[in-house]
């Protein structure tokens, strides 16, 4: 599958972004599918997970309660609507399919898109 990731941009502390992620492939609805994100000198790192029907949902500690993870699977798209946010959100996001929460266990990956927040 591929994967094209997309909604990234600037946006001031407290504020919202929805990031989309557009999947090819037949088999979408097959994968486990995650946000992870890459702040700049830091590590990848898991900051939100579905399942494949959706109906299960994973969160960081850090963004739960203010990121929401969704997914349409007829039109092969999963979501991350990002709420309240903090300036230390600011990274580079990805999304990603596969099975598990660590990004050496994901098999497909998007290009990443960039989320900045100011203070």
């Known amino acids: 599958v591929q994967l094209q990731a997309s909604g990234g941009g600037s946006v001031q502390a407290g504020g919202s972004l929805r990031l989309s992620c557009t999947a090819s492939?037949?088999?979408?609805?097959?994968?486990?599918m995650g946000w992870f994100r890459q702040a700049p000198g830091k590590e990848r790192f898991i900051v939100a997970k579905?399942?494949?029907?959706?109906?299960?949902?994973y969160y960081s500690e850090l963004v739960e309660g203010r990121f929401t993870v969704s997914r349409d699977n007829a039109k092969n798209m999963v979501y991350l609507q990002m709420t309240s946010l903090k300036p230390e959100d600011t990274a580079v996001y990805y999304c990603?399919?596969?099975?598990?929460?660590?990004?050496?266990?994901?098999?497909?990956w998007g290009q990443g898109t960039l989320v900045t927040v100011s203070s």
């Open positions: 990603a399919a596969g099975d598990g929460t660590s990004a050496r266990t994901m098999n497909y």
């Open positions: 492939g037949r088999t979408f609805s097959s994968y486990n």
């Open positions: 579905i399942s494949r029907s959706g109906d299960s949902t």
